[in-house]
């Protein structure tokens, strides 16, 4: 099944594939920004009231970073919604059709959560940003190219040990995002914090967290499918 040379069996896994390609892009896109915004060592934190002396928009680097990411999730919706046309049209597939809309559906959710955190940075005006973000966002670009290449390698089941590897480096990435996530979290809610900052970056966290969460969803389905057809 899965050495099938099928045209309409490639265009799902070309489909993981483009999609997987849209994540790594935008994910780098969000390490671009927040290095840009990250303070500088010995510089007030930026849950401090100071860094809110004016509401002003963000500069013109992270007007367009955020522009392209919400143009890289807009691709990502086109292929996920080609996806499930193609899936309603066609009764065999290569793969289970629940893995096959469980995995692209949750390859959306990562592109959706980096979308997100995106847009709360420009929504809050936020204009410096803490080295967690830039560290989260680095270990989530490490985790979208492990599933890139995971389904990359996911029409041929001869792959299966380097699938499963990969899958292992995904969960291995979401325990290290975990941890800096704390540590980002605990330096947001130190005494002497801007409520207000508080609560933008908690949001923002969230979201960045949360994709990394959704990478080791879509490596769940990934090791699913491999144990499962190998």
Not at 96 to 110: A, E, F, K, P, Y
Not at 211 to 226: F, K, L, P, Y
Request: with cysteine; glycine share 4%.
């Amino acid at each position: 099944m899965f050495g099938s040379k099928k045209k309409k069996d490639l265009a799902f896994f070309g489909a993981f594939s483009e999609h997987a390609a849209q994540s790594v892009a935008a994910s780098k896109m969000l390490v671009e920004m927040f290095s840009h915004l990250q303070v500088a060592p010995g510089e007030e934190a930026p849950f401090r009231g100071a860094s809110l002396e004016a509401a002003e928009e963000p500069d013109e680097l992270t007007r367009a970073l955020v522009e392209r990411i919400k143009q890289a999730e807009v691709e990502g919706d086109t292929i996920t919604h080609q996806t499930m046309k193609r899936l309603h049209e066609n009764w065999i597939t290569p793969l289970d059709r629940d893995d096959i809309h469980g995995l692209i559906s949750r390859m959306d959710d990562v592109l959706d959560c980096i979308e997100e955190a995106a847009d709360r940075v420009a929504l809050f005006q936020i204009r410096a940003a803490p080295r967690e973000a830039a560290e989260l966002s680095a270990l989530l670009v490490r985790s979208c190219e492990a599933v890139a290449r995971a389904v990359a390698l996911l029409p041929r089941m001869t792959n299966a040990p380097a699938i499963l590897e990969l899958c292992v480096e995904v969960n291995r990435l979401e325990n290290e995002a975990d941890a800096v996530y704390r540590r980002g979290m605990a330096a947001l809610y130190r005494p002497g914090n801007d409520p207000l900052m508080v609560m933008k970056w908690h949001d923002i966290f969230g979201n960045l967290e949360a994709a990394t969460d959704r990478c080791e969803d879509v490596a769940n389905i990934v090791e699913g499918v491999v144990l499962e057809y190998a």
